[in-house]
């Protein structure tokens, strides 16, 4: 069993940079879980960000946010982050983090992790 907690997320305004975090603890070794970045407003589905290999050696990206947030992890501090630049009113929404025992860290489908987080609300004011 793995728990995940986000922190970080908060008000900021159009064009801030925002970091949030993703805390993971439980039997699993960190270092053997992939970890991923969702969001979520309200009324829609996840929405796939970012997803990290469990060495932190490859990324990837959806389109939509590709050369603006950036992924990252630290396996010594059991750690996930995404890194948020020139934030966007329209990046309003609770940020989740998300864990797979299999390595996955390119599925865009949320049904392909095991564990979440409860969620960090970012919102981006005009």
């Known amino acids: 069993q793995v728990e995940l907690v986000e922190s970080g997320g908060g008000l900021v305004q159009a064009g801030d940079s925002l970091t949030v975090s993703c805390v993971a603890s439980?039997?699993?070794?960190?270092?053997?879980?992939?970890m991923a970045w969702f969001r979520q407003v309200p009324g829609e589905g996840r929405q796939f960000l970012a997803g990290?290999?469990?060495?932190?050696?490859?990324?990837f990206y959806a389109d939509t946010v590709k050369g603006r947030f950036f992924i990252s992890r630290d396996n010594i501090k059991n750690m996930a982050y995404l890194q948020m630049l020139r934030l966007r009113p329209d990046d309003t929404a609770v940020y989740s983090c998300?864990?797979?025992?299999?390595?996955?860290?390119?599925?865009?489908?949320?049904?392909?992790?095991?564990?979440w987080g409860q969620g960090t609300q970012v919102t981006v004011s005009s």
């Open positions: 990290i290999s469990r060495n932190g050696g490859t990324t």
């Open positions: 439980g039997s699993s070794s960190f270092s053997t879980l992939a």
């Open positions: 998300a864990a797979s025992s299999e390595g996955i860290f390119y599925a865009t489908r949320s049904d392909m992790y095991d564990f």
